[in-house]
């Protein structure tokens, strides 16, 4: 049961991540952290993670090694349009918001440990 629940998480980021190949560089970097669901509504990017709550950790790991990193790599078409990076538990009601697309996500790489950061905390909300 464990390995179909996987397997139907990986296609659903799978089918989310062949529709561009920006949208695919999104999906192989968000990956490890098996997200539920990866959605974009309008400006928002919302990253549904099966965890029935999110950490600070958690939300910057996500940010940096996932969402970021993908921009990083890809460049800006990996965020196309986002303006805003929720990470959220599985019933979407409580996470946290990075108030920042792909303009603020290669500021961020530019940054050293501890700026980046503080630059995180700048641009967070509790969602």
Known sequence: MKYLIFAMLFAGV????????GYKALGDALAPWAPEFITIDGEQLKVILSS??????????VIKTGACAAVWSFGGDALPGVSNIAVV??????????????AECTALGKLSSDASRIYMLERTRVY
């Not at 799978?14 to 190949?21: K, Q």
């Not at 029935?52 to 790991?61: D, G, K, L, W």
């Not at 979407?92 to 990075?98: E, H, P």
């Open 14 to 21: 799978s089918a989310f991540a062949e529709s561009d190949a």
């Open 52 to 61: 029935q709550r999110i950490t600070q950790q958690m939300y910057s790991a």
């Open 89 to 102: 538990n599985s019933f979407a009601k409580q996470g946290y918001l990075f108030e920042g697309g792909a």
